[in-house]
């Protein structure tokens, strides 16, 4: 996998906001359809204004994001072409299986290292918390492949992962949504402002219908509800996930796991930061760090532990990404 700087992450925002019981967490996360429509149809009348403007979000002419001829959201020109995708329909931190994050370190051992999960009250929280935002459609994540011919093997395959959001006036419905037929718009935050291309991407090989990807690290740049942002440094991410087809195309990803190590100064400054905001916690901010417990994870080799280590399990359904949402701050 090749390493990615970003401003805004998938699995940070669903572990930030599984920890802190942020005041609209979902609704920031996956672009806040409040924001984008208030945008659209209260600005939405003149020439390219509202978030129809530019070559983006309609053809130039856009009324808002409502109705101009590339209704003002979705595919004007200048926006990516998007590949086969398929949506995140079920997402849970497990304390069965993981990964070897450490192993190519000189301090690292040959063990699985998934520490997080085995909190039980904290694996608990968390998983309620991404169980229900799923469920109500709150928590839309995607991951998109480039088409390909042959699903079984092949090398140097790029999956890229989205956040995003239905477009206006579609009201979530699971059956629809995450049984194959659902229609998403990407959140503009997980893409490059100029290039519009992925900020998260994997780079691995399928091997027998198996995709696999693994990198050292990379950086990305989380809202915590404060003036400042905080980095957080993903440590040793792995992705993999069974394919499953439908008449030789992507039909869905099975048997997925993510897994990755936190480093636990980023976590207390977030932490920090949101009780700073007035950011309502589960539990005191002194209480949660105490469930994380100590970090098991010595990622600069000086002899103390500095991060944490997690998995996730997630399949996917079919998907398609249909346009882009300009994400717009209030």
């Not at 053809?59 to 086969?84: L, N």
């Not at 105490?290 to 944490?308: E, F, K, N, Q, V």
Request: hydrophobic residues 40%; contains cysteine.
């Amino acid at each position: 996998m090749k390493p990615v700087s970003g401003r805004v992450g998938l699995v940070s925002l669903v572990f930030l906001c599984a920890l802190v019981s942020l005041t609209g967490c979902g609704d920031d996360a996956t672009g806040a359809g409040s924001e984008g429509e208030g945008e659209g149809e209260g600005e939405g009348e003149g020439e390219g204004e509202g978030e129809g403007e530019g070559e983006g979000e309609g053809e130039g002419e856009g009324e808002g994001e409502g109705e101009g001829e590339g209704e003002g959201e979705g595919e004007g020109e200048g926006e990516p072409t998007f590949g086969p995708a398929v949506v995140v329909d079920s997402y849970q931190f497990v304390a069965e299986g993981g990964f070897d994050l450490d192993g190519h370190l000189a301090c690292g051992d040959a063990a699985v290292d998934n520490v997080i999960p085995s909190k039980i009250a904290l694996a608990e929280l968390a998983n309620s918390w991404v169980t229900l935002q799923l469920q109500q459609g709150n928590l839309l994540l995607f991951a998109e492949f480039d088409p390909r011919a042959d699903w079984w093997n092949a090398r140097d395959v790029e999956t890229r992962l989205y956040f995003g959001r239905l477009p206006v006036g579609v009201t979530f419905d699971a059956a629809r949504d995450f049984g194959g037929q659902g229609e998403f718009l990407v959140d503009s935050r997980v893409l490059d402002p100029v290039t519009k291309e992925a900020l998260i991407r994997f780079t691995g090989d399928i091997e027998n219908g198996y995709f696999f990807s693994a990198g050292e690290q990379f950086q990305l740049t989380v809202p915590t509800g404060g003036e400042t942002p905080v980095v957080f440094t993903l440590f040793s991410p792995r992705f993999a996930a069974g394919i499953e087809l439908q008449n030789d195309q992507l039909g869905g990803l099975v048997d997925g796991l993510f897994a990755l190590a936190l480093r636990r100064a980023d976590i207390e400054t977030a932490l920090l930061q949101a009780e700073a905001a007035g950011v309502e916690l589960f539990v005191s901010r002194e209480t949660l760090l105490d469930l994380i417990g100590d970090a098991d994870l010595d990622t600069d080799c000086d002899g103390t532990p500095d991060s944490y280590s997690l998995t996730l399990a997630f399949t996917a359904r079919p998907a398609r990404l249909t346009g882009i949402y300009e994400f717009v701050a209030e």
